[in-house]
Each structure stands twice: as structure tokens, then as C-alpha cells.
């Protein structure tokens, strides 16, 4: 074929730029379409030999070749795979955004097994030029006497092409690099962006650098296989060592045998898995396979605590397999990573569209062929059918989820505590989610033992004895509630689950239940706040209540009249304080060892909650109601020498005490407060000193 110039037939003159700034986002990425190409063309080759149109030659073994030459600034891409003759170099190549693969595909659709062609848009080779100043193919298409192809273009609309010296079938693609992008003929650059997008694709690749030296390596002679290049035989003679048998006599003992080893050229090693282990049935994985895959692709030493495997042909192509990780901190700091491929071609990291934002929090892995990508193969184009891609991923973590606590409850709580922010955000987030799950969800209590919701609703349900009782009312008292009945609806009866956000500050709360035969759940999680307003509004019967938010009947002694004593105390507090809107309750707690508590309600504590979260925590939340109510024990000594003796030199110090522990156990005291506590703290010891 004489050399022959033509012109790239395209649209605008302006397309080189477009791909070169705007197409793709990361530069990098011109290594993955051009390894995907090769990838295509042996794929091609693999179809047409399954049906009877091409056959392998004996030695035959797909590959894919990067060689990097820093010298000469170049980079080459090459494959054995279909090959391209003249027509098929002016076809695919100088029209832009004519796929082959789509070509391809259309013509033996029938005839071949699974799509798992990866281009389709007939952009990806001119990413190259995004790096390279000059590109050079020499092909040679598949077919009996196919002549050689050579072509160049330079980044501009045209291009030359001639016949080549190319002498095996297959494609190389060499780039010469423009001075921005020297950085891609470094081997370890290379390496670098050929692990993050190609780790996994369907064919080995091999990456070297030209001109380097030989490396070699030894192996034992056994184990040579038949391309393995021998440069040196090796005998290796027994090792013996002087030991002493059972009659206490030296004897010279054989501790390692002959052995017979070769010095060969180092094997190759190819940076592609083409088997990932999602591409496996769950069946055919073993634990320790899933374990080493996962310390594999996201580097964490600590081994996950279990994993959704997902296999699914029907509607959709979806493979993938997702890992519940073990984590130690709080819900806003972990960092889950979800890797999207497509045909086992990276795509990116945690697409939103694709994976619901609570499964963003765990890792693993996702291969869909049927992910409608846009030219870039970059992001997702707006299709409904992502959205039941969604779907299906929520509604597998659900199930399994929900048959390990049905088939497997010990092991699920004890992954309880590891892996509730996940399933509290996934339920807060994804309304079928919540309805899966609701019933699943663990509420550990005091003693360590895990409930679900209808257990706790079932443990603090009010007594029936008790409850007739509360139905006793005077007639003025029922009088106006029928009254009340006529113009609003009653409120339905509520439970209320009682919960502690930290076990050590509100230990006297849990004391006091503890003693009188109560109970209470452990919410300490950042989740947790938000997650019990998600129940309350599903589950209208249930209200939760932190331990320290109000006094229930069962922990006091209602049967004596304080009113003098809250009356006297009150004023006595508000004055010593100078806290002139303190509301103070004097109870017969039945826990004589407790003096003083802080209570703040349910209703005021997540309002404060809520302020501190929109940064609007330095606003006085007794605007809302008010904040915080000091409970004094009538049975306690302190109490009952403060009302009996209000005037002694001490008072002002056992109230300002009395406050100051009630706080302890409530919140954490401010610095400043923190600092007079430990004053008066001394002082006290200095009186009982004397």
C-alpha cells in the first residue's frame, strides 16, 4: 500500500481539545482506555474462535504489554488480539466515535456467549492524545494474508498511513510523549495508574521498561515450566548436621536433602487478577480467599467482619461483593471506599447514583456490564435502570442482614456494636430499608443483653395493677377530660424506652434503676440521636427517654406531702445560686444514698442537641421552656439539715455542692465550674480535717 494522507473525519476542528481538557478528568486515565482496547481486541479474537472462524495457534497465550522508555519518552501499548487492517485503521480509527466494539457486537450477537467487550463509544484511543505530542499504530489484522498497517497522526485532523512491517496479529500503540506528561515513561508512574484501573481486567498485563537488564531468579527444578528461560543449572548438596541419638552418641544426620535448581530469566508477573473473586459463584470462595482479597484491594490489616456476596444474571449483570469493616470510631470519621467496574474495568470510587449513600460507609467492590457510562466511561448518564441498581444492592444487604439475625443471632450480636451506624443511617436514609430492618434492630441494655424493639416495648410496658390505678380519677378531674375528648383526639398511649448515652457519668442514674428493678439502653453513638426521632415517628406508641430526663413514680415515694420543704429549699437554692429560674423538686427518692440529681427534658435536651448541630449553641434554650430541674432527696441527710438548719455558716457551701454533684452526673461541668468544685472540695476537707 503506498503511504496515504487523509484527513480525520469529524465533526469540528476544535474535537482534539475538547477530549484533551474536557473529556476525561484525569489525565491518567488514557492508560485504562488503551489497555481496555487491547483487552477488546483479544475478546474479539476469543468470539470468533468460539465460533469457528479463527483458530489459536498452539502456544498461543493473550497478554497485554506496557513497556515504558524514558530515554526515548515513549510509551507502548501492545496486544495480541484481532489486528486491524487498512480498512479497519480507516473505519475505527480516523472517524471518531465510530465503535468497533458496537460493530462488532451487532454482527455476532447471536452466535457468542456473554458481552464482556468493554468500549463502546469509539473514544477511548484518543485519550492518548491528551499525554502524547505524536501517535503511531502498527497493526496486523487476524485474517490469512492481511497486510501490515502503519499509521501516525499528530494531534491534528490529519493523519498518514502506509503499509507496516508488523509479523504477528495484534495491535501497538506507541505514544511519544509531549513534555507536560514526560512523568508516564517512569515505570513506577505507570505501575501506579495500571494497579488503580486495570488490577482486574479480563487479560494479563505485563509491565517493563525497555532496555532495563535481565533480572533473574531461582527456583527448583521441578518446578520449570516449558517457556521458562534457563540460564544456569544448580546442584545443591545435602545439609548435614552432628546430632545426638538416643544412646547419647554423635551421629552426622541428614537435615536437608540434595537439591537440583536452575537459574532462569525472571518470570513475568502480570498486574491483572483476571479471575477477581467476585466473578466467582459464593460457593466456589473460601473464607480465607475473602479475607485475602479485602486485605488485597483496600490495605487494611484488620480483618472485616463479614460480606454480602452479590451474583445476580436477571434483570442485570451485577457482581460484587461488599464488606462490613471493623471499625473503632465514630460514625462521622469512617470512610468507607465502594470500587464501580464495569466488566472489570474501574470506573471510580463511591458513585452516588449506583450505591445508596449508607452503604458508602463500607468497602468492596461492584462490576455491572449493563451501567449505561457516559463517553467518558467516567460517570453514570440519567437512567431510571440505575436507580433499581440501587435498589437491588439495599435489598440484599437487607436480607442478609436480616437472616443472620434470624439463622445466626449469636454472631450478630456480637458484630452488633460494630456495624449499627450502618444500618441506624441506612434506615434514616432508605424508608425500604427501614421497613426491612426495623425489626432487626439491637438495642443493648445495662447488663450487656441485646433487645429488639418489641422487647423493649414489652419490658417497659406499665404494669396492668398499675395502670388501672392511674385510671382512678376525681370526678372534676374526668369531667374535664371528657370535655377535652370532645374537642381534640387523645393522644395514643405511649411506652417510653428509657436510654443512657454514657455509662460512667450517668452511673447513678443506672444505679438508681438498677435498684429498683428497671432498665435501660445503651445509645451512645453520634447516630443515635437522629435515629431514635426516626423510630418515634414510625413506631407512634414508643417515646425515648434518657435515664436523667425526668423521675418515674417507681423511683420515688409520692405517699408524703414535701410541699413546705420544696417551698423552703427552693427559695433557699435559687438564693444561694443566684439562679433565680432553677426549678427544684424535693422527692423521697428510694435510694437514701443519692443527694441531689440534675434532670433535663427529653424535649430540651434534643432541642439543645439540635442548636449545637446548626451551631447554634451558644443561644439560651430556655427560650424553648425550661432547661434543667435540680431534685433534691428528702431522705438524705445533707437535705434534711439544710431544711432544718438554713441558717448555718455552711449553707451556702453544701447547696453549692449538692448543685455542683447533680450537674457531675448530668453533663460535664465548665471549666470555670469545674475549678470552684475542686476548691470547695478542699474546703470541705479542710472542715472535716479539723
Given at each position: ?280 459463584h459464593p460457593n466456589e470462595c473460601t473464607e480465607d480467599e475473602y479475607k485475602e482479597f479485602y486485605r488485597k484491594v483496600f490495605n487494611d490489616y484488620r480483618e472485616p467482619l463479614f460480606w454480602i456476596h452479590l451474583n445476580m444474571d436477571y434483570p442485570f449483570n451485577l457482581k460484587g461483593i461488599l464488606y462490613f469493616p471493623r471499625i ?124 429488639t424493639l418489641a422487647d423493649c416495648i414489652e419490658e417497659n410496658k406499665i404494669p396492668k395493677e398499675d395502670a388501672e390505678a392511674e385510671e382512678v380519677k376525681t370526678e372534676e378531674t374526668a369531667a374535664e377530660e371528657v370535655a377535652d375528648e370532645k374537642t381534640e383526639e387523645k393522644e395514643p398511649e405511649k411506652t417510653s424506652i428509657f ?157 453549692e455542692q449538692l448543685y455542683d454533684l447533680a450537674c457531675i452526673g448530668n453533663k460535664q461541668l465548665a471549666p470555670e465550674q469545674m475549678t470552684k468544685f475542686i476548691s470547695r472540695s478542699n474546703e470541705i476537707m479542710m472542715l472535716l480535717a479539723k
Amino acid at each position: 500500500m503506498a503511504e496515504k494522507h487523509g484527513n480525520l473525519s469529524i465533526n469540528s476542528d476544535n474535537i482534539f481539545p475538547i477530549i484533551k481538557k474536557w473529556m476525561y478528568s484525569d489525565h491518567d486515565i488514557f492508560i485504562r482506555e488503551l489497555v481496555s482496547n487491547g483487552c477488546d481486541a483479544i475478546t474479539k479474537l476469543r468470539k470468533l474462535e468460539v465460533v469457528g472462524d479463527y483458530q489459536f495457534p498452539e502456544d498461543y497465550k493473550a497478554k497485554i504489554e506496557v513497556i515504558v522508555n524514558p530515554e526515548e519518552k515513549t510509551l507502548k501499548f501492545i496486544d495480541n488480539g484481532i489486528g486491524m487492517t487498512a480498512d479497519e485503521v480507516e473505519e475505527y480509527i480516523t472517524q471518531i466515535a465510530f465503535s468497533g466494539a458496537t460493530q462488532f457486537l451487532e454482527k455476532y450477537k447471536d452466535k457468542t456467549d456473554k458481552d464482556q467487550i468493554i468500549g463502546h463509544f469509539g473514544l477511548g484511543f484518543y485519550s492518548a492524545f491528551m499525554v502524547a505530542e505524536d501517535v503511531h499504530i502498527d497493526t496486523l489484522s487476524y485474517q490469512a494474508d492481511a497486510v501490515p498497517v502503519h499509521w501516525e497522526c499528530d494531534g491534528s485532523t490529519e493523519y498518514s498511513m502506509k503499509d507496516g512491517d508488523k509479523t504477528t496479529p495484534g495491535t501497538e500503540i506507541t505514544l511519544y510523549l509531549n513534555e507536560e506528561s514526560l512523568e508516564f515513561s517512569n515505570e513506577y508512574r505507570v505501575r501506579e495508574v495500571l494497579e488503580k484501573y486495570c488490577s482486574f481486567m479480563p487479560v494479563e498485563i505485563f509491565l517493563s521498561k525497555a532496555n532495563a537488564p535481565q533480572e533473574y531468579e531461582t527456583i527448583d527444578e521441578a518446578d520449570l515450566k516449558e517457556e521458562d528461560v534457563v540460564v544456569e543449572h544448580i546442584h545443591e548438596e545435602a545439609k548435614t548436621e552432628e546430632k545426638e541419638n538416643e544412646n547419647g552418641e554423635k551421629e552426622v544426620v541428614e537435615v536437608s536433602p540434595a537439591k537440583d535448581k536452575v537459574k532462569i530469566n525472571k518470570r513475568p508477573v502480570s498486574i491483572s487478577d483476571i479471575h477477581p473473586l467476585w466473578a466467582k459463584h459464593p460457593n466456589e470462595c473460601t473464607e480465607d480467599e475473602y479475607k485475602e482479597f479485602y486485605r488485597k484491594v483496600f490495605n487494611d490489616y484488620r480483618e472485616p467482619l463479614f460480606w454480602i456476596h452479590l451474583n445476580m444474571d436477571y434483570p442485570f449483570n451485577l457482581k460484587g461483593i461488599l464488606y462490613f469493616p471493623r471499625i473503632n470510631t465514630e460514625y462521622d470519621s469512617i470512610e468507607g471506599t465502594i470500587k464501580l467496574y464495569n466488566n472489570q474495568v474501574f470506573i471510580a470510587d463511591n458513585i452516588k447514583e449506583v450505591i445508596p449513600e449508607y452503604l458508602m460507609l463500607l468497602k468492596g467492590v461492584i462490576d455491572c456490564p449493563d451501567l449505561p457510562l457516559n463517553v467518558s466511561r467516567s460517570a453514570l448518564q440519567n437512567d431510571g435502570f440505575v436507580k433499581k441498581i440501587a435498589d437491588y444492592i439495599s435489598k440484599k444487604v437487607a436480607d442478609k442482614l436480616s437472616g443472620m439475625c434470624k439463622t445466626d443471632r449469636e454472631n450478630y450480636e456480637k458484630y452488633w456494636d460494630d456495624i449499627n451506624p450502618f444500618i441506624k443511617f441506612g434506615c434514616i436514609k432508605d424508608e425500604k430499608f427501614s421497613n426491612k430492618m426495623m425489626d432487626y434492630i439491637l438495642y443493648k441494655n445495662i447488663d450487656g443483653k441485646y433487645l429488639t424493639l418489641a422487647d423493649c416495648i414489652e419490658e417497659n410496658k406499665i404494669p396492668k395493677e398499675d395502670a388501672e390505678a392511674e385510671e382512678v380519677k376525681t370526678e372534676e378531674t374526668a369531667a374535664e377530660e371528657v370535655a377535652d375528648e370532645k374537642t381534640e383526639e387523645k393522644e395514643p398511649e405511649k411506652t417510653s424506652i428509657f436510654y443512657v448515652t454514657d455509662e460512667v457519668q450517668q452511673g447513678q442514674y443506672i444505679n438508681l434503676f438498677r435498684g429498683q428493678g428497671k432498665d435501660a439502653v445503651i445509645l451512645k453513638h453520634n447516630i443515635d440521636s437522629a435515629f431514635i426521632s426516626h423510630v418515634e415517628q414510625i413506631k407512634e406508641e414508643v417515646k425515648f427517654q434518657r435515664i436523667d430526663a425526668d423521675l418515674t413514680g417507681d423511683l420515688k415515694d409520692d405517699s408524703v406531702d414535701l410541699t413546705e420543704e420544696t417551698k423552703s429549699l427552693s427559695e433557699l437554692f435559687k438564693k444561694t445560686l443566684d439562679k433565680q429560674n432553677l426549678e427544684v423538686k424535693v422527692e423521697n427518692l428510694k435510694n437514701e444514698g443519692i443527694s441531689s440529681m440534675l434532670t433535663i427534658s427529653e424535649e430540651n435536651r434534643r432541642m439543645q442537641d439540635m442548636m449545637k448541630m446548626y451551631g447554634m449553641a451558644g443561644m439560651d434554650p430556655s427560650m424553648f421552656g425550661g432547661t434543667e430541674t435540680l431534685v433534691l432527696n428528702a431522705n438524705h441527710p445533707l437535705v434534711k439539715y439544710l431544711f432544718e438548719q438554713s441558717d448555718d455558716e455552711h449553707v451556702t457551701l453544701i447547696c453549692e455542692q449538692l448543685y455542683d454533684l447533680a450537674c457531675i452526673g448530668n453533663k460535664q461541668l465548665a471549666p470555670e465550674q469545674m475549678t470552684k468544685f475542686i476548691s470547695r472540695s478542699n474546703e470541705i476537707m479542710m472542715l472535716l480535717a479539723k
